[in-house]
Each structure stands twice: as C-alpha cells, then as structure tokens.
C-alpha cells in the first residue's frame, strides 16, 4: 500500500489541534511585542548616547529617509571606542530577549509536540530548553557575526580617498551568503533534535535521536522542508507585493499606509505559524513511516508500531 502523503496528514493535523495554533500564536506574537517594544526603548538610549536622537526624530517627522539614512552612515562610521559601549548593550539585550524566547519556546513545544503525537512523550523540560537556548544563542552569534562583517566591509570600502562600493559589496555578499547557510544548518538539526528527542534523552542523544529519523526518509525530509518553505516564501511575496505596491499611501495618507503594513504583516505571521505547525506534524508522521528501503527487505524498525494480526 502507498504511504499518506506526509504534508497532507500535517496540513490535517495542524487544522484538527486549533488550540496548539492559538497557543504557538499567543506566546509568538507575545514575545514579538515585548521584544519590539524593549528594542525601541534601547534604540532610543542607543540613539541618546551617540548623540544622533535629535536628528532621527526629525527626520522621521518630516519622512526624509536620506537623512535617516545619513544618520545610520554616522553611526557606522564613529569611532570603535564611542560604539563599545552600546555594541555591549545590544549584545545584553539580545542574550536576554535569547533567554525569554527559550523558556516560551520550550514549555511551547512540549505541548505541541503532546498534542499532535500523544504516543509519544517529548524531551524533557531542561533539555528543551537547552536546546531551544542554543537555537537562540546561534542566532544572537550569527548576527553578531553579520554585524561584524557589515562594518568591516564599511571600514574596508571608505579607506582611502573615496568609497569604494565594489570592494564593500566583495566582503558584505559572500560573508552573508556564508553566515546565513551555517545559521540554517545549525538551526534546522537543533529544531529536528528538538522534535523528535523523546523523554529521558539528553542533548547528544536527541540530536543522534533526529539523525536517525532524518536518515531513514532523507529525500522525503528534504522535499517536505523545501516545499513548506516554498509556500512561505511565495506567502511573503505576496506580502511584500501589497506593502510595496501600496507605497504611494506614504506621502498621501502615512498613517493608513503604517496600519496596512501591521495587519499584512499580522496576516504573513498567521499563515506562517499555521504552516509551521503543519510542517512538524508533517515531519512526526513521516517519522511514523516505515524505511522503504527496509520494507523491501523484510526488516522491521523496533521503534514503530506492530500491528498485532487478530487470530483467524
């Protein structure tokens, strides 16, 4: 017999268990408006310490976005010393909001991971949690990194006489290109150990835990992760495309062109953890499925289920 088609068991699944779509949309968007508003308040000290508050404010008022642009270029290029001090904050800052997002993040997924396999009992609290920590602490680095990266290649691209954007673009490109592949890499293999880790497991075990799953249906894992993150890109597209083609409301009507903005980007994060629910469910029930490699050859996997024949 052919095998459900993961994806559509995930879309089902995601759709049956509204209450863990609510929870995953209650702490997200949660910890995005605590976040968003602790990130302007240290801007605004940023801003206030580097002397450059007056600027943006007035920039801002009357929407002249070359100033706000000049005011970032004056930013980047004070002197190390002067930027110290804030690069530490941002980093505290950013370490902590890591900390919030872990504790969220792993009671979170415990329970989604009850509700949609109830079989089967996650990782524990602690071990979420460091795994989640390190999901975060690998993103706060790659963007420290990334950070460091652009400010070289601004350092290297103004030395001299004049601006050399060819020589900016040399180091600002495959840097990027770089950092971004790792972070997904690295993300993506501590998200699977965080899935499919069971009960009782460390660390290093959950992670041998998604090796293995992963191994058995590699290709299929592959397909599922590329098409679920076709739709988001095609879903941020269309995002993109409304915020974009409606840019004329800037200049005529700011403020319903900001509240259009918050309710497609409201719409975008809906969808998208909608998805990303079903994505998991997808990958649990791929889990489920027997290696057809296997299968051809008459061997059982011990971790899944036998069906017990009834008695003729």
């Not at 801003?47 to 007035?58: A, E, G, I, K, S």
């Not at 835990?209 to 095609?234: C, T, W």
């Amino acid at each position: 017999m052919t095998p459900p088609n993961p994806i559509t068991q995930g879309l089902r699944a995601a759709g049956r268990n509204l209450r863990i779509f609510l929870l995953e949309i209650l702490w997200r968007w949660s910890f995005a408006i605590t976040a968003a508003l602790l990130a302007l308040w240290a801007c605004r000290i940023m801003l206030t310490q580097l002397q450059v508050m007056d600027w943006v404010l007035t920039a801002w008022r009357t929407q002249n976005f070359r100033m706000l642009a000049l005011a970032g270029l004056s930013i980047v290029i004070k002197p190390l010393p002067s930027l110290l001090p804030v690069l530490f904050e941002l980093a505290a800052l950013a370490l902590g909001l890591g900390l919030l997002w872990s504790l969220l993040a792993a009671f979170a997924r415990r329970i989604t991971l009850r509700r949609l396999e109830p079989a089967r009992a996650p990782l524990g609290f602690f071990a979420m949690l460091l795994v989640q920590w390190l999901r975060a602490l690998s993103t706060v680095v790659g963007s420290l990194l990334w950070l460091a990266s652009l400010l070289m290649a601004v350092y290297f691209a103004t030395k001299g006489t004049h601006t050399d954007l060819g020589r900016f673009y040399l180091i600002a490109i495959p840097s990027t290109l770089v950092l971004t592949t790792i972070w997904l890499l690295v993300n993506w293999h501590l998200s699977q150990a965080a899935i499919f880790g069971r009960a009782g497991q460390g660390f290093f075990p959950a992670l041998r835990e998604a090796r293995r799953n992963i191994r058995r249906h590699a290709s299929d894992f592959a397909a599922i992760a590329f098409i679920f993150l076709l739709l988001r890109l095609v879903l941020a597209l269309i995002a993109l495309a409304i915020i974009g083609l409606t840019s004329s409301m800037m200049a005529t009507a700011f403020q319903s062109y900001l509240k259009l903005c918050v309710i497609v980007l409201l719409g975008y994060c809906f969808i998208a953890d909608f998805l990303y629910i079903s994505r998991t469910a997808a990958y649990l029930a791929l889990a489920l499925q027997p290696d057809p490699l296997a299968a051809e050859m008459g061997i059982v996997d011990p971790e899944l289920p036998v069906e017990e024949s009834s008695p003729r």
